[in-house]
């Protein structure tokens, strides 16, 4: 079946690693993005990308990186330099910008930071 | 500062009932509005769109209703039923390639 595939669902991290994660589609849809979710805070975006090699910073990018080497990957890292890593990040897809129609959301990577 | 405002925070019904959850809006390019369902531990869904173009629009038990000079928007679930619980949130967008700002989030309990 077509969808997104995020990975893993959950992960613990010491203060000062890094990590990284996963984010796949099969839909073939251009664009891609990643939102993180605080309780009562909404979705906030962290990246996105409209186009393979090509990605811009959301509202909230500090401290997070992401790369887009293949059109069906967005991976991203949470950097020791996220203050307050710990949360549940969505990745999703569009067929390309996010009003021509639905966002197709995984199933979320919560992180907790130990 | 925040761009899509989303009342109320938490919202309790009973079944039966209609649950009524409110967006206002401050930025005029918004073109696309749809609202999201998101179950828990899970992501969210799109679960019906409109755009300024109409002042409503029903899928079902779920209808939005567009107020384009007061730049609010409300769904609206009639008939609320227990699977309904969720929390729900709205969102804009404006041009083509742009990306969704989402509203906060109403966490709906629907008593059975």
């Known amino acids: 079946d077509g969808g997104i595939t995020q990975s893993p669902k959950y992960l613990f991290r010491k203060e000062g690693q890094n990590v990284t994660l996963s984010c796949e589609q099969n839909l073939n849809h251009d664009a891609m993005y990643w939102y993180r979710q605080d309780p009562g805070q909404g979705l906030r975006l962290i990246y996105y990308s409209q186009i393979v090699n090509d990605f811009q910073k959301g509202d909230i990018a500090e401290g997070y990186s992401v790369s887009r080497e293949k059109k069906e990957s967005f991976p991203l890292t949470v950097t020791s330099a996220q203050k307050n890593p710990t949360a549940f990040y969505l990745c999703?897809?569009?067929?390309?910008?996010?009003?021509?129609?639905?966002?197709?959301f995984g199933e979320g990577s919560r992180l907790t930071v130990l | 500062q925040q761009q899509v405002k989303q009342s109320p925070q938490s919202l309790i019904v009973q079944k039966g009932g209609i649950s009524i959850i409110n967006c206002a809006y401050e930025n005029t390019a918004f073109d696309y509005f749809p609202w999201y369902q998101q179950f828990p531990g899970k992501g969210p869904a799109l679960l019906i769109a409109i755009r300024p173009d109409v002042s409503e629009k029903k899928e079902g038990r779920f209808t939005i209703s567009f107020n384009k000079s007061a730049k609010q928007f409300s769904l609206h679930i009639m008939d609320s039923q227990p699977g309904d619980s969720a929390t729900y949130f709205c969102?804009?967008?404006?041009?083509?390639?742009?990306?969704?700002?989402f509203g906060k989030g109403t966490m709906l309990l629907v008593s059975p």
């Open positions: 999703a897809s569009s067929i390309q910008g996010a009003s021509t129609g639905e966002l197709f």
């Open positions: 969102a804009a967008s404006k041009g083509r390639y742009s990306t969704l700002t």
